[in-house]
C-alpha cells in the first residue's frame, strides 16, 4: 500500500481497480464462508481425523488408553473374512444393479422422446415417484407383496417361493430409476434436431441413430448417472436420499462399519475400514472419470461446471 | 423429432400409411401401459392389503380383494358359509356341525328345511367371501405407533433445516455464480467432490464429536439439524447453475442504482429463481422426510425425537404380518408423494433443465 500511495496519477487509477477486484473476491469469499467453514469442519477435519484414528487402538469406552498402533489395523482388515465379504458385497450391489437401472432408464428415456407417446407428464411423474419413496416405505411393501407374489406367480407358476432378500436389491434397484431417467431424457431433448436430419437424409435407421447420435451427444449425461450410481452403492447420496433400512444395510460394507463403530466400539478400526472403503470408492470414481476422457462427449471446455 | 413417412411407405396409400402410423402409435402406447402397470404393481397390492382383515391371510383360499366370509345367523349363531360341492352343483350353504367325516349344513335359502348331512372333509372345502375392505388396520397402527408425534417431528426437524439449508445454500450458490475470486474453479471443484464423497468416511469422527465426550449432542436433534445451516454441495450446485443462467445484466443496472450485493441478490436474483429455490426446498423436504441414517445413530435413545421414516422402522418388530406392514408402508410414503403430485409441474421440469446445463 505504502509504494502504491506514493505513485502520483497513474498508481491511483490502478490500485483502485485493484482494490475493486479485491472487495469483490472478499465479499464473494463472505458468501462462500458458510459452504468453506462446513467443509473444514464437517469434512476435511473428519477425513482428517479418520485417518488419525485408522493408526490408533481408539474405543469409545476407554479414549485415554489409546496409543499408536501404527498400520494394525488396516493388517487386520486383509485378515478379517467379515470386512472383505462386506466390501465384496457393495462392489456386488454396484456390478449387479446399475447396469439395470442404467439400461431400463435409457430405455425410457429414448420411448419418452418419441411424440406419439400420450400422456407424458403424468407417465413422467409416475416412473419419477418411485424414486423418492422412503427406503422404510419400500422394505415393507416388499416384505408385504411376499404373500401375493407367492400366491399369483410364484405358487402358480410352480416356483420355489422366494429365499430371503435376493429380489430386493433389483427391486429397489428398479425403483430408483428416477434422477437418471430424467437427465437422459432431459439430455436427449437438447440433442440438436438438426443431427437427426441429417443422418436421416444419409439414410440412418432410427437404430443407427440411436446408437451413433443419441448415445454419443448424452455421454455427459450417462456418464452423471453412472456417478450418482456409483455413489449410491458405496452409502452416498447424490439427488435423492430416501435413506437406509436398518436391519438390512444395502451398502454391506456400511452395515459392517457401523456395527464396528456401535457394538464393538471401535472407532479406530472402524476408521481404518472406512478408510479403505473411501480408497476404494476414490479409485474407482477416478477410473471412471479417466475413461470419460475417452466416451464422453464434451461439447464446451472453457466453462467450469462441466466435472 | 416429428414422424416422418418411412421410405418404404412413401408411394403407399394414404389408408396403408394412416393404419401403419395408427398401429405404431398404439402399440407403443400400449407397451407404455403395461410397463406402469407392472412397475407399479406393488403400489395397489399395498392398498389392498392395507385394507384388508387379518384373518383372510390365514385361508390360502381367500380371494385377493378385502373381503369378510360370508355369515348366516341360524339359531341365534354366526355360521360360515362355504362351497360345497353336491350332486346338484356347488351350493353356498352354512356349516352347522362340523365333524371329521361327515358335517351337517344349513341352507341359507330354506332354513326351516333343517340340518342337511354331507359325507366329506369340511376343512378341504372353500369358504364364500363378500368383498368389504375395512380400517381396523389402520386403527390397529395408530395405536401401537406414535404417529402423530413423528409426524410433528420430521415437520419441525423439516422446518428448521430448511431454513438453514435454504439460507446458507443460496448465500454460497450466488458467491459462486456472481463473483470472480481467485482461484474459485479449485473451490468448485472441492464442492463437487464433496459431493461424491461417502457418509462413511466422516461418520466415525463426527460421531465421536457429537458424542458425550465432546459435545454431548446425542439424543437430540442438533446433530440432524446444524450441519444444514453450512449448506448442502448438491443444492448448492443445482442453485448455482441456475444464477449462473441469468443474465447479468440486471446485476449491473442494479449495481449501477446503488445496490449492494445483498440487495442483488434478493430483489434481481431470487425473484427469477423461484422454481429452482423450491426445487432445492422440496428436495431438502425429501432428504429429512427419508432420513434414517443419522437417526440410527443420535435418536436411537430417544424415542420421542424420531422422525416419521425411522422411527416407524424401528417399530417394525411390533407388526410383521403383511397388512400391517403395508399400512406402514402406506402412513411413510404418502406425504412425500402427495407433495411430488402438487409440485410435479415445475419439480421435474427443473431437475430435468438443472441438469442439461452442466
Known sequence: ?307 | MRFRRPAHLKDAPRLTYRLWDFTGTALLNLFMFIFLVAYLSPLPFMVIASLTSPTQFHDANAPILPSERVKFNYEGKDLIVYEVPTADGVRHWALYKPSRQSSQFIDPASPEAGPITWDGQWRSLKAVYRFKPTLDNFKEFLSITKLPLLFTNTLLVALISEIGVLLSSIAVAYGFARFRIPGIKYIFFLLIATIMIPTNITLVPTYYLYSRHVLDWIGTWLPLIVPHFFGSAILIFLLRQNFKSIPRDLDEAALLDGAGPLRILISVILPQSIPVVTTVALLHFFYIWNETRLSSLYLSISPNLQMVSFGIQRSQTFFFTPEMLMVGALMVMIIPVIVLFLSQRFFMQDMIVTQIEK
Open chain 1, 1 to 307: 500500500m505504502d509504494i502504491v500511495s506514493q505513485g502520483g496519477l497513474w498508481s491511483k487509477i490502478k490500485p483502485a481497480k485493484r482494490n475493486r477486484r479485491q472487495q469483490e473476491a472478499t465479499i464473494g469469499l463472505l458468501f462462500l464462508a458458510p459452504w468453506l467453514l462446513g467443509f473444514i469442519l464437517l469434512k476435511a477435519l473428519p477425513i482428517l481425523a479418520a485417518l488419525i484414528f485408522s493408526v490408533t487402538d481408539f474405543k469409545m469406552l476407554s479414549p485415554e488408553t489409546t496409543k499408536f498402533v501404527g498400520l494394525e489395523n488396516y493388517l487386520r482388515f486383509f485378515r478379517d473374512p467379515a470386512a472383505w465379504a462386506g466390501l465384496l458385497g457393495s462392489l456386488r450391489y454396484f456390478v449387479l444393479t446399475v447396469p439395470l437401472e442404467m439400461v431400463v432408464a435409457l430405455v425410457l428415456a429414448a420411448i419418452f422422446t418419441s411424440e406419439r407417446l400420450k400422456n407424458k407428464r403424468l407417465s413422467q411423474t409416475l416412473i419419477f415417484m418411485t424414486s423418492i419413496i422412503p427406503s422404510t416405505s419400500i422394505f415393507f411393501i416388499f416384505l408385504g407383496s411376499l404373500e401375493y407374489a407367492d400366491r399369483l406367480i410364484f405358487r402358480p407358476l410352480n416356483l420355489p417361493p422366494i429365499e430371503g432378500f435376493d429380489l430386493l436389491l433389483p427391486f429397489m434397484a428398479l425403483w430408483s430409476i428416477g434422477p437418471g431417467f430424467l437427465i437422459m431424457y432431459g439430455a436427449m431433448q437438447s440433442v440438436s434436431k438438426e443431427i437427426y436430419e441429417a443422418a436421416h437424409v444419409d439414410g440412418a435407421g432410427p437404430i443407427a441413430r440411436f446408437i451413433f447420435i443419441t448415445l454419443p451427444m448424452i455421454s455427459p449425461a450417462i456418464f452423471f448417472t453412472l456417478v450418482i450410481n456409483l455413489t449410491g452403492a458405496f452409502g452416498g447420496a447424490v439427488l435423492l436420499d430416501r435413506g437406509y433400512i436398518l436391519s438390512f444395510s444395502l451398502s454391506p460394507i456400511e452395515g459392517y462399519i457401523n456395527e464396528t463403530m456401535f457394538i464393538e466400539a471401535e472407532l479406530g478400526y472402524a476408521s481404518a475400514l472406512a478408510w479403505v472403503t473411501f480408497t476404494v470408492m476414490m479409485t474407482l470414481t477416478i477410473l471412471l472419470f479417466r475413461s470419460a476422457k475417452r466416451w464422453v462427449y464434451f461439447p464446451e471446455e472453457d466453462e467450469v461446471n462441466e466435472i
